[in-house]
């Protein structure tokens, strides 16, 4: 199986983890933004990554993928079949996807994405205010909702986790940190989830990748 895209992107990321913790193989095959690679754009018609190209399968949308990668493979079960827990891991794998997601890229595209992948200046202000009152009011609402287990849902690992930690790796590729005296739970939380071998290896990559 192959997936397109690059684990700079949350969404590559949570996919490539999600696979990891499966012990899924997937080929990672880096594409840029709007690239036109064929086998890439049929998997992936609005040229969004990530795509998967499963023999003559193709499939658009980290969601999309997973879900069809849990019917595929089941075990170990990272969606859970509770109707409540099954509930709450689509809502955080919602949360992450739109709401966290929609702030922290006003933050990487201007600082990150412009600069050294589009050869021109980022809106740095925009990503300034990002920072200082859309991400805070996140913050608050996550520190309200980590259960003591370190997992969103259910006590163990799921989707939620993996989804919700993905764009929490943008933010250390900025050298944002997390206030642990403002948010002590998910300043752990995002270190624990994150220092999981599934995450570690991309963002590692990553960071190096930014450091050159
Ligand atoms: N809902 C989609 C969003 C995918 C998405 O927007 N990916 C971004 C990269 S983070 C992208 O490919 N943007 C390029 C574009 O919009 O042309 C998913 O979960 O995969």
Redesign the pocket.
């Known amino acids: 199986m192959i997936l397109y895209g690059s684990t700079m ?3 590559v990321r949570k996919v490539a983890a999600y696979a990891a913790e499966k012990g899924i193989e997937l080929e990672m095959k880096p594409v840029g ?2 690239d036109p690679d064929p086998a890439f754009r049929a998997a992936s018609p609005f ?4 795509a998967l190209v499963d023999g003559d399968y193709g499939l ?4 999309a993928i997973i879900h069809y990668l849990e019917a595929r493979f089941p075990e170990p079960q990272l969606v859970p079949a509770d109707p409540r827990e099954r509930g709450r891991v689509i809502w955080f794998d919602e949360w992450a ?1 739109t709401i966290l997601f929609a702030c922290g890229a006003k933050m990487f595209f201007n600082r990150v994405v412009a600069p050294r992948f589009l050869g021109r200046e980022g809106d740095l202000a925009a990503a300034d205010a990002a920072e200082c009152n859309e991400l805070p009011p996140l913050l608050d609402y996550l520190e309200g909702v980590i259960p003591d287990s370190g997992y969103l849902v259910g006590g163990r690992l799921t989707l939620a986790d993996l989804a919700v930690a993905s764009p929490f790796a943008n933010l250390r590729l900025m050298k944002v940190d997390i206030d642990e005296a403002r948010h002590p739970k998910v300043a752990a939380y995002t270190k624990a989830i994150l220092a999981r071998p599934s995450f570690a290896r991309f963002v590692e990559r990553e960071m190096a990748f930014l450091a050159r």
């Open positions: 992107s949350p969404y933004m709007g040229g969004k990554m990530p658009a949308d980290s969601s996807d």
